[in-house]
């Protein structure tokens, strides 16, 4: 009996020799919503298997967590030194970190944790090397610094993207524009407020009869494809996390070199090892994780400009500013004056 990985392969080898035109355009809708299915099912085996793992999952501390992703050796854990002071192995050979290691950084007046996860290799998505346990950790982070060395980046960056993609992870993107709503009956009603050039309707129905939906309101406000259509129907399973791309050891060439990487989107090039540019990265981090500072002002007295309540862009009512105030009251995790941290100069 062919197991999930044989009928992913099997599907993916039908979709690269069949030739897309209007002809085999609801085939391959077809598919490809076959091919998200069994991936989704791969991702999250009936044993329960897609979590993180022992040793790999942490406590979550501070107002939001950002994972290290890399490959072995590429400088994570020497970079986890930098930001927090927190000690993570780190040695010139492979896979110097076995598991989750958190640690705590203060910029801007917010708490945020840092989780150097373990090196991936290729394949991790299919649970090489442990890695669906460490891409189901990033999974739940809300910023991923992914850690590359200068010398081979656009390699490895294509790689782990691909692993980040085929766990559900979508890389700097938002959710797509576009709603569907179920109905009894009265089929499948299409709307689109811009013109469509990825998809056609033929498409969007195979898509749809996959799912077994045959009868919905589908509105389109973006030029979508059918892997943006996919993503809504499978929206329980993605995740759209921001990326910062961190050139690491960029000691080790020319400032020629170091130039044409300033090109990669998201991107900013480091040394953890000797610290270079390391204030460049915390400021990428912070516009990335788009967090919003409220300045408390006491009964009678100035406003309190010291310790900030921290919220999330997505969270940041009344009752989310009240909760927070208490769960600061509650936790212990706020950093002593003693102990290491970043804080922007400004």
């Known amino acids: 009996m062919a197991t999930t990985v044989d009928k992913i392969k099997d599907i993916e080898a ?17 598919l490809k ?7 989704r099912e791969l991702l999250t085996p009936s044993g329960g298997g897609g979590g993180g793992g022992a040793g790999f999952d942490v406590a979550r501390t501070g107002v ?4 290290f992703i890399g490959f072995p050796s590429v400088g994570k854990s020497t970079l986890m030194s930098r930001l927090t002071g927190q000690h993570s192995e780190a040695a010139a050979y492979e896979f110097t970190t076995l598991t989750s290691v958190p640690g705590q950084v203060v910029y801007n007046g917010a708490p945020l944790q840092i989780i150097d996860l373990p090196g991936i290799i290729e394949g991790a998505k299919d649970g090489r090397g442990r890695g669906r346990q460490v891409i189901a950790v990033a999974k739940t982070c809300h910023l991923i610094f992914i850690v590359l060395d200068v010398n081979k980046p ?39 407020t811009v013109p469509l050039t990825h998809i056609d309707h033929g498409e969007i129905k195979a898509v749809m009869s996959e799912y077994r939906i045959n009868s919905a309101d589908i509105t389109i406000r973006c ?33 020629e070199e170091l130039d044409l990487l300033y090109r990669i989107p998201n991107a900013v090039p480091i040394s953890s090892e000797h610290g270079w540019n390391i204030d460049e990265l915390m400021e990428a981090m912070w516009d990335k994780l788009n967090l919003v500072r409220v300045y408390t002002k006491p009964k009678g007295k100035q406003p309190d400009y010291s310790q900030p309540v921290v919220l999330r862009s997505t969270r940041c009512t009344v009752e ?20 290491p941290h970043v804080q922007n100069p400004n």
Not at 33 to 39: E, R, S, T
């Open 320 to 339: 989310d500013f009240v909760s927070q105030i208490s769960f600061m009251w509650r936790a212990p995790f706020w950093p002593s004056p003693a102990e």
């Open 14 to 30: 039908e979709m690269a020799k069949t030739q897309k035109n209007k002809a085999t355009s609801y085939h391959l809708g077809q």
């Open 64 to 67: 939001a967590s950002i994972g």
């Open 154 to 192: 656009l390699t490895d960056k294509r790689v782990i993207e691909a692993e980040l993609e085929g766990f559900g992870i979508r890389i700097n993107k938002e959710p797509p524009n576009i709603t569907f709503r179920k109905k009894d009956k009265g089929g499948l009603n299409i709307t689109s």
């Open 33 to 39: 919503a076959k091919l998200a299915k069994l991936k």
């Open 223 to 255: 030029d979508a494809t059918v892997d943006d259509l996919i993503d809504v129907l499978e929206a329980k399973s993605r995740s759209y996390i921001p990326v910062v791309y961190c050139l690491n050891k960029i000691d080790s060439i020319s400032i």
